[in-house]
């Protein structure tokens, strides 16, 4: 029953969350200190629950601010928990709202290290967190699509997401990327399959399609 309670109260909550607009520059950002953050409407988000869609893909996850810190792996002051990524769960399972379903869903882009830079930085020049790898908290270059040069060829979704960690196909090819987003390339990928050197999934020398 408590949780319950906990529940409609979150909910009721975040429904009196505010507009936004949606091409403001929002990012996620971390200190020196390992802390998380967020910044929204040139402003750091705090002291609540935000409604987030870290990956652009429609569908945003809820997070917790202590001050403008995200708390990750606890339960909140309000009796909800959150997973090792902030995000609220119920019963193990993330819960999600479609974006357009919550004024308080903020889109990110880059997440910069903050801990890397000082106050006399440029913001163009703050490093990005990861070394500017796409990862939980980052979209990569949200305002690019398609295939990429960035220390090899990578892949962005028309969400904003690189590929990573999987096969794809693309335009009737199928391609295979590495943990860091990076496609394999005239060789053997690590489940045994062979890509030539455009990356495409070939059997005895012949590009394999869907079509």
Sequence with gaps: MRKLRNILLLA???????GFSAYAENYWWVNALGEWGYSANDGNLRD??????????GSAECYYFQLYS???????PDGCQVNGQGAWTVD???QTRRTGETAGAYRSSYAYDFGKANPDTPRGRIPLAENGQAFDKSVGRAEQ???VEDQGWRYIR???TYIIGEWSWI??????FDGNGVMYADTVTPDGYQVNDQGQWVVD?????DL
């Design 12 to 18: 009721a909550t975040i429904s009196l969350f505010t």
């Design 48 to 57: 609540g629950w935000y409604w987030i869609d870290g990956n652009r893909d």
């Design 70 to 76: 995200l708390l990750t792996d606890t339960v909140t």
């Design 92 to 94: 193990g399972m993330v």
């Design 145 to 147: 699509r398609g295939w």
């Design 158 to 160: 028309d969400n904003g």
């Design 171 to 176: 335009n009737h090819k199928c391609y295979c």
């Design 205 to 209: 020398g012949v590009v394999q399609t």
